[in-house]
């Protein structure tokens, strides 16, 4: 189960073995009623769904600071991760953000409309559109993300070392390639 930490007493992230939490009552309640089953899975995937939850949440707040929800800013910073001239087809955005044609236009209108991007038509494809950043968009896009990264930083650092946030990542790597 938990084990104490082996960080210094130095570091921000040194601390005795957290509290039990509400997964371990679940745990525990399941050990009472089905003393056969191995729960550690249960553990682990209901921790990472909790700690999705409200880092999600976490970052819908920090987002809407800059007038704009998680699912826009995956937009946006998509289209900045590109590379210049920050442009893609919105198929090529559909795939990347795994969203239905449908909830891709929509975002773009609502992007379009405040003034964070630019459909304009493809100049290799007749039928094809192209969706760029404009110069708002860029400058929004790069406010969100360093602010976002602040936030996820303060989080990590708070309960972590950076040994161990590495090694979280790590792991976290290994688990979901065998998904």
């Known amino acids: 189960m938990t084990t104490a930490k082996t960080t210094s007493a130095t570091s921000p992230a040194a601390a ?3 509290a039990p ?3 371990d009552a679940i745990a525990a309640q399941w050990a009472e009623v089905r003393p056969d089953l191995e729960t550690e899975p249960m553990a682990v995937y209901g921790r990472i769904y909790r700690i999705s939850r409200a880092m999600g949440d976490r970052m819908e707040k920090e987002y809407a600071r800059f007038g704009i929800g998680r699912g826009e800013f995956d937009v946006i910073a998509t289209l ?3 590379g210049e001239p920050y442009t893609l087809s919105p198929r090529q955005l559909s795939a990347t953000l795994m969203l239905t ?3 891709m236009t929509g975002r773009l209108d609502k992007l379009e409309k405040a003034g964070l991007l630019l459909r304009s038509p493809d100049p290799n494809d007749r039928r094809g559109l192209r969706v760029s950043l404009t110069e708002r968009g860029l400058r929004l896009v790069d406010e969100s993300v360093t602010a976002g990264l602040a936030v996820q930083t303060e989080v990590l650092s708070a309960a972590l070392d950076p040994a161990e946030t590495a090694q979280l ?4 790597r290994k688990l979901l390639a065998a998904h």
């Open 80 to 82: 900045r991760r590109s």
């Open 169 to 172: 990542s790590a792991l976290l």
């Open 16 to 18: 005795a073995a957290p």
């Open 101 to 103: 044609t449908g909830g």
């Open 21 to 23: 939490d509400a997964v």
